[in-house]
T-cell receptor, first 111, second 114 residues
């Protein structure tokens, strides 16, 4: 099936630093979703992207829908300790619209 | 609204035992789904339902059964648990299968099969 590859797999940064992560696929996606999962919880949607080239912000988070439609990026500016968690990208299968998830980027922030 | 609720939160089974993971939502959502989460693999779809009485297989359905007798409930059954089913299980719901920006996940059930 379709696969989403996320990188990096994990990041350990200092509070206040900016963070960049990305998600790539060998297939075209028409929607890109970014989720955050905190320890012991289910994923929560952060940003949804619906158009190639689209750039959308949610507070300190900014996500972009790559123009090739095969990648997406998530940036977090001025990280804080509560940004800790696993960040997942996801997108719907072309057939059936069911979501495929990437393997996640685990973010750790040192105060 | 309680949102999406899952029980139990934790469960330990022996190989060959059966059990049912419960999922309920009070948002009148038509679409419900079950995922399993394993380290480094993201979430993989097990089964899903687009409405009461309708279920279908996802990416990794083997070893699991589901039913949808009401809009609110979508239980996941393990008929004969295997160690490979050790995972964290998440239930999710939304109005429609394409309501991605309104999909809610439950808190998860952590299952260990010995």
């Amino acid at each position: 099936g379709q696969q989403l590859n996320q990188s990096p797999q994990s990041m350990f940064i200092q509070e206040g630093e900016d963070v960049s992560m990305n998600c790539t696929s060998s297939s075209i996606f028409n929607t890109w979703l970014w989720y955050k999962q905190e320890p012991g919880e289910g994923p929560v949607l952060l940003i949804a992207l619906y158009k190639a080239g689209e750039l959308t912000s949610n507070g300190r988070l900014t996500a972009q829908f790559g123009i090739t439609r095969k990648d997406s990026f998530l940036n977090i500016s001025a990280s804080i300790p509560s940004d800790v968690g696993i960040y997942f990208c996801a997108g719907p299968h072309n057939a059936g619209n069911m979501l495929t998830f990437g393997g996640g980027t685990r973010l750790m922030v040192k105060p | 609204n309680a949102g999406v609720t899952q029980t139990p939160k934790f469960q330990v089974l022996k190989t060959g035992q059966s059990m049912t993971l419960q999922c309920a939502q009070d948002m009148n959502h038509e679409y419900m789904s079950w995922y399993r989460q394993d380290p480094g693999m993201g979430l993989r779809l097990i089964h899903y339902s687009v409405g009461a009485g309708i279920t279908d297989q996802g990416e990794v359905p083997n070893g699991y059964n589901v039913s949808r007798s009401t809009t609110e409930d979508f239980p996941l059954r393990l008929l004969s648990a295997a160690p490979s089913q050790t995972s964290v299980y998440f239930c999710a719901s939304s109005y429609q299968i394409t309501s991605y920006n309104e999909q809610f996940f439950g808190p998860g059930t952590r299952l260990t099969v010995l």
